[in-house]
């Protein structure tokens, strides 16, 4: 399997006459944010606490001499150098991240991601620590990590080329890249390729559509990063893929907000499609909150939607949401004409299945009503059209 080609190391040289003496006090050799990577150094403000003078000469001989080692391929002493350093400057970002590269030059990968992890760890914002971190986790064949890691670099450089193409050819080397590939191919027929937010975008969907729902959170949030501008229906398709992830981690209060948005850009868009996806999500996301008022809202407004356009397929599914709610809300009156409504939509649908679940939902709102001789014609007949259907599964949910 093809791996992405590490860039070239930082090389940290020593700092002019010029800034010796605000080094002396409380600065510390880093790579500055328009360097080419293999020099154009400046001077930041270190994180740790400050060197003596003698430790500073130290400090800058020993970072020299790595430079040295990695531009002479011995990474071996490289690595031991840059170890060294940091002894003296344990924060020092660059530092870690230089180590890393050799540690992947040497084929150490565990090694090489400890250290990019702390880079990163030390500077959230530096998006060379999420490059040196997705380069590791493709050596160790952690394909959907290093995804989230380039597009999380990509998010705090999104005109990077170096990021983008670590993470075009990170999903090219990945699991899914025989989904990918044929998708990136039609991108550079309309020279989308170099397009951040749409390579970002289709990257993190494709990791949904694989079920790895945490990485794909990662990427489709940085991608709202990197097209902070997009056209609203672009940042839609993603603010809906979010909430799908969100969604399937569990974590329904981050879920419910990107539908919250969802809404918000359908709305404003005039997209009444979308609004009804976004009703159905958010009122299907209250009611397992056992937030049941705000999930009625939801799914009548859904309801409402889809009978505008006429779509019987989601009106279907608004009505068997509503009698769930009304049932959990104790109004079963409600609940029953819901689910009598479904019935009626999914027969003319011709959905057999779909017809015998909701005779079955009828039969168990009768029955929670004390209502046992309509419960048992509803249970009699969601049997009657599992066993025409040879369905197991309705079979073995009807109790009669």
């Known amino acids: 399997m093809q791996r992405l080609e590490l860039a ?38 270190a994180q740790g606490d400050p060197q003596s003078p003698g430790q500073l000469a130290l400090f800058q001989k020993k970072v020299r001499l790595a430079g040295n080692a990695c ?4 990474f071996n002493l490289a690595v031991r150098l840059y170890g060294e350093a940091l002894k003296i400057d344990p924060r020092n970002h660059v530092l870690y991240s ?37 380069v590791a986790l493709q050596h160790l064949n952690r394909h959907s990590e290093a995804l ?27 699991p899914m890249a025989g989904s990918f590939e044929p998708t990136y191919r039609q991108l550079q027929a309309m020279r989308l390729d170099r397009h951040a937010f749409v390579i970002t ?21 940085a991608a709202l990063l990197v097209g902070s501008t997009c056209s609203p229906k672009l940042r839609g398709s993603v603010l809906s893929a979010l909430s799908s992830a969100f969604w399937a981690l569990n974590d329904l209060d981050k879920a419910l907000s990107y539908m919250q948005q969802d809404l918000a850009v359908a709305r404003a868009m005039s997209d009444t499609a979308g609004e009804c996806r976004a009703h159905a999500n958010l009122g299907s996301a209250f009611f397992s909150k056992g937030m049941y008022k705000e999930a009625l809202q939801s ?31 104790g109004d079963l009156s409600m609940a029953l004409a819901s689910h009598q409504q479904c019935v009626q939509l999914v027969a003319e649908l011709g ?25 048992l014609q509803c249970h009699l007949a969601h049997l009657a059209i599992a066993h025409s259907l040879n369905d197991r599964v309705e079979e073995a949910k009807v109790s009669v």
């Open 299 to 329: 799914h009548k407004a859904q309801l409402v939607l889809a009978m505008r356009l006429k779509d019987t397929t989601s009106a279907a599914q608004a009505l068997t949401s509503l009698g769930h709610v009304h049932t959990a809300l």
């Open 351 to 375: 959905d057999r299945v779909l017809e015998a679940r909701e005779t079955g939902n009828v039969g168990a709102v009768y029955l929670a009503m004390g209502d046992f001789e309509n419960a």
């Open 8 to 45: 070239g190391f930082f090389m940290m040289k020593t700092p002019d006459k010029n800034t010796d003496r605000q080094m002396e006090t409380s600065e510390a050799v880093s790579e500055g944010p328009h360097s080419s990577g293999s020099g154009g150094l400046t001077v930041q403000k």
């Open 71 to 74: 531009a002479q391929a011995d």
């Open 98 to 134: 230089n180590r890393s590269a050799a540690y992947v030059k040497l084929g150490r990968y565990q090694n090489a991601l400890a250290d990019a992890v702390r880079a990163r760890e030390l500077s959230s914002t530096w998006p060379k620590a999420y490059y040196r971190e997705g």
């Open 201 to 221: 975008s289709v990257i993190g969907q494709e990791l949904l559509g694989a079920h790895e729902f945490a990485p794909a959170a990662i990427v489709l949030e």
């Open 148 to 174: 989230a890691a380039f597009a999380s670099g990509l998010s705090q450089e999104p005109k990077s080329e170096q990021m983008l193409e670590g993470l075009i050819e990170a999903a090219l080397s990945s």
